[in-house]
């Protein structure tokens, strides 16, 4: 741990860096004259002058500061005269251009109460004018600064101003800064739906202009697939380019036809068919669904697809669009890349209409999207959003040496193959494999033997590592003072990208000394001494930060310290503390983790494949057939995008790896196997093994139908679970919220009667609601971050199984006696009193009530064959005109005394309860009558009931409304149902 000191106030001081009281003050006077400087603009480069009328404050205003421009995807919105503004350096734009125009949100402005309310995809925000506390589905959170009413005096236009970073990241919304331009770039996510799967795609939306003129793509847009645009068939080639377009829905294929080439292709197959010649696409075709409109587009390379027809095809990265161009060899002469005699991608050749080829030259690069450079971590210009402390200056990342790379910004294709053959295979680092090694390391897991290759950091992300290792401050020594401050605010910079958050600590006065630690729930503990806090809790809508909680400590001796509980989404982050030169603003930065490398290679049994980061990871892992899907949440992909295949890296086991990033702050993993490939993961601290094929597992007692892979820090007693059976469903809880990891997570279901299953968020637990067909039993268990559950009829999971029927409920109250009812009784001993016994016992008690509810004598009935219970109890309380009648009696029906596959008749189970609980209670036993009650006679199972005392006799209702008897009750029916079981065993 690195420790900041002050040596004195007076002279010089060290902060987590060596910086220098005199280094910083000239650093503040640059940052004075720049800013003098930058607030004078030149002569003929101003700024038009903004005459505005604030209706919020009531005031003119001349402003002359940035007019700002808003583009969504990449195009401007037409703002119409009325340009954003900032305020307090923070950007502020027309709710209802931007997000109700171009975004397509549902606004709603209420003039009375000053409010704007803006909605999409079950999220609702709630923003009041002049005030910077906004509602988030209900939450308050604090703004950086208020929305406003202002008219545009020019433009005779009034709008209302929103902060567009806040609104914008609120709905997940990718949202860039430029100083430079004056521009708010925001990205909306593409909800798209292929290959059977749901994906937001970030990526760029591409244009394409075909001889010169641009092509209206309407609701798809070009996007990009592991580094090949993709475009509309129809719409571009058919419409377009004056290809013929044909597509057969029954065969999914498509035809693409001009002049006297044709091109055959088939929906999710990369081989296809020029004239009769077998060619290789750098991307399979598609049918994708845009979830907005709920229409599908068939969607094919366009690179691919174009130069096979003839076209000349080039990628304009400057304008993100394809540019493609009619030539004299269209329709005549197509260029390919054929395909081998092992079906895999070989050479490219020119193919005229007879199928013949005509010599080419060698291939050139595929002409894709160039890979945006990576943010910087740190705030290299953020001006108009929030000012940059002197202490946060940090040099801008070198720019990489390396040439540009294809970059896809989305989620890749599951089962796609690699889009180009790779031209440098990755780096083989051979480890020496030691002699006679042993074939099991020491921890049972098959000992590492050769590296087929290692992918390290890029050099932008190791640039940003290295930043984050050398400033890694969580501590700060402190300073003699005989004042104690008070914390004034906790505030987030939303002028952050979605790798790190900063939050400020604002204090009244200078405090002294503040120490930090990572606590085992995943809470930032800060402790700042000589300063106080109230007890608050702050939201501040982060994706890192959950929520941060204030309060104070003291020491027994009048020293007081202001208490911050910062809790996590994750615990795999890294954070440091910085504190101003007046020690009145402490700050937390919050910083995702880093895949940082990754290594595959060769075991004594198999292969293996090794992550390390720089911190522990939460992986989610899911699997099919084909493959294993590894999701690093909260975890930027240092290492870049990667594609690689067997051939490339020498597995054997492994048919190819793909490392993708969803989102800036997940990193993807798919790995492809055989059906029939088992594995296990390993990990130690910040690295994570996986391993081909698994280790052999411990001797596991479910048998799984259901698999549901979790975060690493989960553990077996973070879980519970809760049998809803009256409404077909049961819940598994998990203490914390993984709601959002968990929706994003393949479930494998081969249940057959579990219908549906989902994950929300309620009372501190994540809940993973399960919703069967009919009853069904249930058990699980954590193995190795699994959660396996098997999922079956009740008599196939449990080996005993009871039906307790508290009598009456609901409009049926029972009997009535001396102000007492006959169903709130019962329900206490069998339900409220008896559940207590029953669970974790062993026995699975099904009730057919839970609460004061109405149930039919039929149902009740019934309720033991749904079921597949052994036998059935109902209790029941006795009435009659003579008040001297008391004692228990409990009834069968001769008509359903038939032995049971234990043995077990009703007469049995009669004799064995009315013994036991006469005894136990001292009540007259007045034996087993028989009776034709529903709840007995139509039954399929061993049947009783239970008539336990007379609610009209004085004494016995003394008994029955006694508290200690009410219990011994209970325990009676409970004791001798095991009692029944042990003599009456089920052999399951």
């Known amino acids: 741990m690195q420790t900041c000191t002050y040596q004195s106030r007076a002279t010089t001081q060290t902060q987590c860096g060596g910086r220098h009281r005199f280094s910083r003050w000239i650093s503040v006077l640059m940052i004075m004259i720049l800013t003098i400087s930058m607030a004078v603009p030149a002569v003929g480069q101003a700024e038009e002058v903004l005459e505005l009328y604030n209706y919020t404050s009531k005031k003119h205003i001349s402003y002359t500061d940035k007019q700002i421009k808003v583009t969504l995807n990449g195009y401007e919105v037409d703002m119409k005269g009325t340009p954003g503004i900032l305020v307090d350096g923070y950007s ?127 609701k798809m847009p070009g996007i990009i697939l592991e580094n090949t645009t993709m475009l509309r068939a129809k719409k571009v080639f058919g419409d377009s380019m004056g290809v013929d377009y044909t597509y057969s829905s029954k065969t999914k294929t498509v035809v693409l036809s001009r002049g006297n080439l044709v091109l055959t292709m088939k929906l999710g197959k990369q081989e296809a068919d020029l004239n009769g010649t077998a060619i290789w696409l750098e991307h399979a075709p598609l049918s994708v669904k845009n979830l907005e409109n709920n229409t599908s587009y068939i969607i094919v390379p366009a690179s691919s697809a174009a130069k096979a027809l003839g076209f000349r095809y080039t990628w304009d990265n400057s304008g993100i669009r394809s540019v493609i161009e009619t030539t004299e060899t269209t329709g005549v002469t197509g260029t390919v890349v054929l ?83 790779p031209t440098t295979a990755p780096t083989k680092v051979p480890t020496p494999t030691p002699t006679s090694a042993p074939d099991r390391e020491e921890d049972g897991y098959p000992s590492i033997q050769d590296a087929l290759f290692t992918w390290n950091t890029d050099e932008a992300s190791a640039y940003v590592i290295q930043n984050l290792r050398s400033e890694a401050c969580t501590e700060i020594a ?225 048998v799984s139908n259901v698999r549901i892979t979790l975060p690493s820090n989960i553990t077996a007693s973070m879980i519970s679970d809760e049998d809803l059976y009256l409404n077909n469903q049961f819940v598994i809880r998990i203490s914390g919220n993984y709601s959002d990891i968990l929706n994003s997570t393949y479930i494998q279901n081969h249940a057959d009667k579990v219908k549906n299953i989902s994950i929300s968020y309620s009372g501190g637990f994540t809940e993973i609601l399960f919703t069967t067909s009919e009853i069904q039993g249930y058990r699980y268990q954590l193995n190795n971050h699994t959660l396996e559950l098997e999922v079956r009829d009740p008599d196939l999971i449990y ?43 062993g026995i699975k008690a099904y009730y057919t009530r839970i609460d004061d509810s109405t149930v039919t004598l039929t149902d009740r009935a019934n309720f033991a064959e749904k079921v597949h219970a052994d036998f059935f109890i109902s209790l029941h309380l006795n009435a009659a005109d003579a008040a001297s009648a008391s004692g228990t009696s409990v009834y069968y029906s001769a008509s359903n005394n038939s032995r049971n596959d234990m043995g077990l008749r009703s007469q049995d189970l009669a004799t064995a309860l009315v013994n036991n609980l006469s005894e136990a209670l001292g009540l007259r036993n007045r034996g087993i009558p028989t009776a034709k009650f529903d709840v007995v006679h139509l039954n399929t199972v061993p049947a009783v009931l239970i008539e336990l005392a007379f609610m009209t006799n004085a004494n016995d209702i003394k008994l029955l409304t006694n508290a200690e008897k009410q219990e011994i009750a209970a325990k009676t029916i409970y004791e001798t149902v095991v009692q029944i079981f042990e003599e009456y065993p089920t052999g399951r």
């Open 92 to 218: 502020l734009v027309s709710y209802y251009d931007v997000f109700k125009t171009a975004l397509g949100f549902t606004c709603t402005y209420d003039k009375a109460a000053g409010t704007v309310t803006i909605e999409h995809n079950s999220k609702k925000v709630v923003l009041t004018l002049g005030s910077k506390v906004a509602l988030v589905d209900g939450k308050k959170v604090t703004m950086g600064t208020a929305p406003i009413k202002v008219k545009f005096k020019k433009a005779n236009k009034t709008k209302i101003l929103v902060p567009s970073r806040f609104v914008a990241e609120q709905f997940g919304l990718s949202y860039t800064w430029t100083s430079k331009t004056s521009t708010v770039a925001i990205v909306k996510p593409l909800e798209l739906y292929y290959n059977g799967q749901e994906y937001s795609y970030t990526g760029a939306s591409t244009q394409v202009y075909v001889d010169g003129s641009k092509v209206s793509l309407g």
């Open 478 to 702: 402190g300073i003699e003072t005989e004042y104690i401050g008070t914390l004034i605010n906790v505030s987030k910079d939303y002028a952050m990208n979605s790798t790190y958050e900063k939050y400020t600590f604002s204090f009244s006065m200078p405090v002294g000394a503040v120490k930090t630690t990572l606590t085992e729930d995943g809470s930032i503990q800060i402790i700042a001494d000589q300063s106080i806090a109230s007890e608050r809790t702050y939201s501040l809508g982060g994706s890192l930060v959950d929520t941060i909680e204030t309060g104070y400590l003291q020491d027994g001796t009048g020293g007081v310290s202001t208490l911050a509980s910062v809790k996590l989404h994750v615990t795999n982050t890294s954070y440091r503390i910085r504190l101003s030169d007046d020690r009145m603003s402490l700050t937390l930065i919050v910083t995702a983790n880093y895949l940082e490398k990754l290594q595959g290679g060769t075991t004594s049994e198999g292969e293996y494949l090794l992550f390390e980061g720089m911190q522990a990871f939460d992986p989610i892992i899911s699997e099919t057939d084909a493959e294993i899907t590894i999701l690093l949440p909260y975890t930027v992909n240092g290492v870049g995008l990667k594609y690689y295949t067997a051939s490339t890296t020498g597995f054997e086991m492994i048919h190819y790896i793909n490392v993708s990033k969803p989102t800036e702050n997940q990193t993807r993993i798919v790995i492809g196997k055989d059906a029939d490939t088992t594995y296990s993961i390993r990990t130690e601290g910040n690295q994570m093994y996986l391993y081909l094929p698994g280790t052999s597992a411990s001797e596991n007692s479910v």
């Open 799 to 841: 080996d005993k199984i009871v039906v307790l029927d508290p009598g009456h409920g609901g409009k049926q109250p029972g009997a009535i006696h001396y102000g007492y009812q006959e169903k709130d009784l019962v329900y206490k001993m069998l339900y409220t009193l008896g559940h207590k016994y029953f669970d974790n016992s």
């Open 339 to 421: 395909l081998d005699q092992d079906g895999q991608p070989s050479k490219t050749a020119k193919i005229t209409p007879d199928g013949s080829q005509v010599p080419s030259a060698a291939p050139s690069p595929t002409e894709s999207p160039d890979e945006p450079e990576d943010d910087s971590l740190y705030e290299a210009d953020d001006e108009g959003e929030k000012n940059v402390h002197p202490d946060e200056e940090v040099p801008a990342a070198p720019t990489p040496t390396v040439s540009p790379s294809p970059a896809p910004t989305s989620t890749p294709s599951p089962t796609a193959a690699p889009t180009v053959t």
